[in-house]
């Protein structure tokens, strides 16, 4: 078993920033990815960033350029900063911890993290 600690969320105002953060524990493989996915109301989870243990990153391409996500390895923690926030960006976000049993892209298990509110005000 994994879990994961989620910080960060909160309400800002349109342009503003925020940084999200999620710590690890457990079972903990050597590969793995950890990522943020977020849930607007009514609508389904959909993927933020993603950053895997050798350091390969994915971004979904609204937030290109304006979110960042980083790990580190030592302490299990995957980072999401997250500026120039706009009102489209509200949502539930949820940390996400993939854990692989071979190599990058087979077979795995996935942890949520309970999620965090950011609510960004226009």
């Known amino acids: 078993q994994v879990q994961l600690v989620e910080s960060g969320g909160g309400l800002v105002q349109a342009g503003g920033s925020l940084r999200l953060s999620c710590a690890a524990s457990?079972?903990?493989?050597?590969?793995?990815?950890m990522g943020w996915y977020r849930q607007p109301s009514r609508k389904q989870r959909e993927l933020v960033a993603t950053i895997t243990s050798g350091g390969v990153i994915n971004y979904v391409d609204s937030v290109k350029g304006r979110f960042t996500i980083s790990r580190d390895n030592a302490k299990n923690t995957v980072y999401l900063q997250m500026n120039s926030l706009k009102p489209e960006d509200t949502a539930v976000y949820f940390c996400n911890f993939r854990r692989y049993y071979g190599s990058v892209g087979g077979s795995y298990s996935d942890y949520w993290g309970q999620g965090t509110q950011v609510t960004v005000s226009s």
């Open positions: 457990g079972s903990i493989f050597s590969t793995n990815a």
